[in-house]
């Protein structure tokens, strides 16, 4: 069975700095996706970034990173320029691509960004 | 364009009740996936629906049911309701199981 790992359960980065999440996952397969959400005190899940597990070139969406590591099985987060507003719950998600179609979420780290 | 809404956005039932959530997916999405995030925890994988029938399922009891219709909306049903029930209930949409976009969520107490 999979499993998804986020060793890190508080961190805190000053503000305009950057921060790294770490995730490692756990799979026999080849081809799966992953994603880091994004969980403010609001409650609602929002995607921040997606990586498909075949392509090597590593996702990008503004200030947010990943280093992904399919060797490793690892899947970092890193955030640039951190802002108040990224104050929140990160999740990291796995998914199989070839058919269960169910994600499989780890504990999360709480992230705090200090002005 | 609207994104995934549920309702009600916060329940309170007693133990041995049973409840209805309900969640109406992003536009253009055909499943819906349901899944259980206690505090402080990541949300677990409860079940999916795709084409009205239920494709998927975590390792949910038999209380937990789900149907969904044909505009693609859909229900959560948990009966025989338990105090370990109380969690956040969120709802997922999705275009034939891609990339999942997630709703606000249901806050269930069991008193």
């Known amino acids: 069975a999979q499993t998804v790992t986020q060793s890190q359960p508080e961190m805190s980065v000053q503000e305009a700095e950057t921060v790294t999440l770490s995730c490692t996952y756990d799979?026999?397969?080849?081809?799966?996706?992953l994603f880091w959400y994004k969980q403010p005190p609001s409650r609602q899940m929002i995607l921040v970034i997606r990586q498909e597990a075949y392509k090597q070139q590593n996702a990008t969406e503004n200030r947010f990173s990943v280093n992904f590591q399919k060797a490793a099985k690892s899947f970092s987060l890193k955030i640039s320029d951190s802002q108040l507003g990224d104050t929140a719950m990160y999740f990291c998600a796995f998914m199989e691509a070839s058919g269960t179609y169910k994600y499989i979420f780890g504990t999360g780290t709480r992230l705090k960004v200090l002005a | 364009d609207a994104g995934v809404t549920q309702s009600p956005t916060h329940l309170i039932k007693t133990r041995g009740q049973q409840v209805t959530l309900r969640c109406s997916p992003k536009s253009g999405h055909d499943t819906v996936s349901w899944y259980q995030q206690a505090l402080g925890q990541g949300p677990q994988f409860i079940f999916q629906y795709y084409e009205e029938e239920e494709r998927q399922r975590g390792n949910f009891p038999d209380r937990f049911s789900g149907h969904q219709f044909p505009n693609y909306s859909s229900e959560l049903n948990v009966n025989a309701l338990l105090l370990g029930d109380s969690a956040l209930y969120l709802c997922?949409?999705?275009?034939?199981?891609?990339?999942?976009?997630f709703g606000p969520g249901t806050r269930l107490t069991v008193l």
């Open positions: 799979t026999s397969e080849n081809n799966y996706y």
């Open positions: 997922a949409s999705s275009l034939r199981g891609d990339t999942q976009y």
